[in-house]
């Protein structure tokens, strides 16, 4: 359990002044991992609004060591400092009581998407070194186009809710649950709304041994269209409503790590959204129920696995 | 000069061997015919211990060179090696390597690109990625190989260069012939590179600083220049390089390599293993009484024009021999930067391209010969009927 005080007391690790939009909710994760850590870190991250909006040139909100490199290799990038690291180490080229920590930050297009064979693959290796996407479920840099973690029939600029097509056909990759199945020591869904989860979970990942993966949920305002000062409570909501439920696989074992008193409804979330306004017009009530009916199956299929039932 | 005795190597050995002695922090890299024999023999040094090296084995070229620019960036020195689709799936990750000022050493095996497939040499794959701001060293046979990769390391990580190398052989040409080879000693190599020490190393987390931030109009045209001044003090640092592994070791090495140039008329310009058959063909005009010589270049980037002016100063005919073509549809892209390199000289001779090999196809003295007898209509001021050949080729 992270101490708010204490973290409060803490050096800023990512400063402000970064570009990003008012309401972001990008510079809130990368803040938050930042202050959970309690080791240096070395941090790489894949192209996209986090990278943009907090490295420009002459300017960097990074107050660790960072590195960016392309769009689809934030995993391999991080892989290649961790090698670095251990081989320099092995060799008596670095002091050998420093133990330095490694994190790789990418959005969900950087991540889910192109990034995702070198997230799979540096996983597989088992370098020493945490990957936290920082899911906004879309690519947000250029423009808000569907990536495959934007959920079903939401509008993205191509996904447009058109007069045939009512916006995303999919419904979205459970990345989570695929980076689990790589047999890693750490992986969790958090929230940028559950800031003791989150800080927890971050604490939890950079304490094992091996590569640990974090998925964040980050709802961004301009892609989302909502106002910008309730980015925290978005996101909030997509918690209490199990869209976006709160666990933790350690070693193998599903445990949740929040369990909403009171299971909310997904489309009372989506109605806050502009992203999917085009639903509530009359004829498209077969495909909400169909997102709420998918949500639900969903979270009874988390509740089996983490050994919980449905009721409290 | 305590050079151990010659031994049989192939080209592949050869590069394993001296990256072997080269004791890399770091390599990563994915296997492909004709290079994945240098780094599966390398994995066995890893295991039996015979290297410091962490081995990283990567899902995808893409991915070796992105774990080789991180682990540069932090402070290791670090190695990998490819060929054809795997150098140009790296193609993003080479220009981002130059860019973050990477010495990263590839040793590279030229072979040809898909489609069709073929796993035969040619150099397409290196000439397509020409640009991306890495030193290219060519080698002719599997010593210079071994001698280039050496010297390569002391070149990028030159701290007025700080660029990355490739070294390449000729794929099964080189990377698969058995020849003799003299090695130096593990201590020599070890004494020629030194350590590398990064200035600026992520891992120095004491003093952070952030690497490939986003540049726009007010600052990316100034680091691109920079980068561009790294070339230009590689003119420098190369021949320098090349001269104190001569009076160490006894192989002396520069940008181009001119044989029989003195007095030549008709001349050739060849890169890699072809500059092997060209000199026993100029050998063999020679003995005709035809004035034949041969200019070998060694290193493409950056790129000998002056060298290569100087060097085709008394040429009456020169045929420049592309082993890639550009598909340009004016000849390859070792034609127009030599025919570039002679304009505004005060030797201007007429310059023809002869694309050959492609795919491995074999390339002989007769071929070689049939340049040369073209050469001499030409001397003889026959006017340049076609630029560019396709030589050895089914039309
Ligand atoms: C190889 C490559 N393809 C495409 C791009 C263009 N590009 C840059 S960022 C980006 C989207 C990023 O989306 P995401 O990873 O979801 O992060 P976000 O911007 O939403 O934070 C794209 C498509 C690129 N830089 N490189």
């Known amino acids: 359990m992270a101490n708010l005080k204490q973290l409060a007391a803490k050096p800023e690790p990512f400063s402000s002044g970064h570009r990003a939009c008012a309401g972001c909710g990008a510079p809130i994760v990368a803040r938050m991992v930042l202050l959970a850590a309690e080791n240096p870190v070395v941090c790489g991250c894949a192209t996209g609004c986090l990278e943009v909006t907090s490295s420009l040139f002459p300017y960097t909100s990074w107050r660790t060591p960072f590195i960016h490199s392309a769009f689809e290799n934030a995993a391999a990038t991080i892989s290649g400092v961790e090698a670095a690291y251990r081989s320099l180490k092995r060799q008596g080229k670095l002091p050998v009581d420093k133990e330095i920590k490694f994190i790789a930050f990418g959005g969900d297009g950087g991540t889910y998407d192109i990034g995702f064979q070198s997230l799979s693959g540096a996983m597989e290796r088992g370098h020493n070194m945490l990957y936290v996407c920082y899911d906004n479920e879309a690519y947000m840099n250029t423009n808000i186009q569907r990536s495959s973690a934007t959920p079903k029939g939401a509008h993205t600029t191509t996904s447009p809710a058109g007069r045939v097509i009512p916006g995303k056909q999919q419904f979205r990759k459970d990345l989570t649950a695929i980076m689990a199945a790589h047999n890693i020591p750490y992986a969790a869904q958090a929230s940028i709304s559950h800031w003791n989860d989150l800080v927890t979970k971050v604490q939890k990942a950079l304490a094992v041994n091996g590569p640990s993966f974090i998925n964040v949920l980050q709802p961004c305002r301009l892609g989302w269209d909502f106002p910008p000062e309730e980015t925290v409570e978005i996101a909030r909501e997509a918690v209490d409503c199990c869209f976006w439920p709160l666990y933790e696989v350690v070693d193998g074992e599903w445990r949740l790590t929040y369990k909403p008193r009171e299971k909310k409804s997904v489309i009372d979330w989506m109605k806050k959204q502009g992203r999917f306004k085009h639903l509530f017009r009359p004829g498209n009530e077969a495909i909400l129920a169909e997102i709420q009916a998918n949500v639900d199956r969903e979270w009874e299929k988390l509740l089996k696995k983490c050994g919980e039932t449905a009721e409290k | 000069m ?71 960036a932090a402070g290791a020195r670090v190695m990998t090696g490819t060929s054809s689709q795997g150098l140009i799936l790296m193609a993003e990750m080479l220009y981002i390597a130059a860019g973050l000022r990477c010495p990263i050493i590839l040793a590279e095996v030229n072979r040809a690109l898909s489609a069709p497939i073929n796993i035969h040499c040619d150099h397409s794959d290196t000439m397509a990625v020409r640009d991306a701001g890495w030193i290219q060293i060519f080698s002719e046979n599997a010593q210079e190989a071994y001698d280039n990769l050496i010297q390569a390391v002391r070149i990028a990580e030159h701290p007025e260069v700080l660029l990355p190398a490739m070294v390449t052989t000729d794929g099964f040409i080189i990377s698969h012939g058995m020849e003799a080879v003299e090695l130096l000693t593990d201590e020599e190599v070890k004494s020629f590179i030194g350590q590398y020490r990064a200035t600026r190393p992520l891992l120095d987390v004491d003093h952070p600083i952030t690497v490939g931030g986003l540049d726009f109009t007010d600052f990316y045209f100034e680091h691109r220049r920079q980068i561009a001044q790294a070339v230009e003090n590689a003119r420098r640092v190369i021949p320098e390089i090349g001269q104190e592994f001569g009076r160490r070791f006894g192989r002396f090495y520069g940008f181009i390599d001119p044989y029989k140039l003195d007095d030549a008329e008709l001349v050739m310009v060849a890169l890699g293993s072809t500059a092997g058959t060209a000199r026993a063909t100029v050998d063999g005009l020679r003995t005709e009484g035809i004035k034949a010589g041969l200019l070998k270049i060694r290193v493409f980037r950056p790129f000998p024009a002056a060298e290569i002016a100087e060097a085709l100063g008394r040429a009456k005919a020169v045929a420049v021999m592309d082993r890639s073509d550009g598909l340009a549809g004016c000849g390859g892209p070792l034609f127009a930067e030599v025919r570039s390199a002679l304009y505004g000289g005060k030797n201007t001779p007429p310059v023809v391209d002869y694309i050959y090999g492609l795919g491995g196809r074999d390339i002989n003295v007769n071929d070689l010969r049939r340049v040369f007898i073209d050469l001499a209509r030409l001397a003889a001021g026959e006017p340049v009927g076609q630029l560019v050949t396709y030589l050895g080729v089914r039309e």
């Open chain 2, 2 to 72: 305590a050079i151990v005795e010659k031994a049989a190597y192939t080209g592949n050995e050869a590069m394993a061997e001296a990256m072997r002695q080269i004791n890399p922090d770091v390599v990563a890299a994915y296997p492909i015919t004709p290079a994945t024999e240098s780094v599966q023999l390398f994995s066995n040094f890893v295991a039996d211990g015979q290297v410091n090296t962490e081995f990283v084995t990567v899902e995808s070229e893409h991915s070796a060179m992105s774990a080789c620019s991180g682990a540069s």
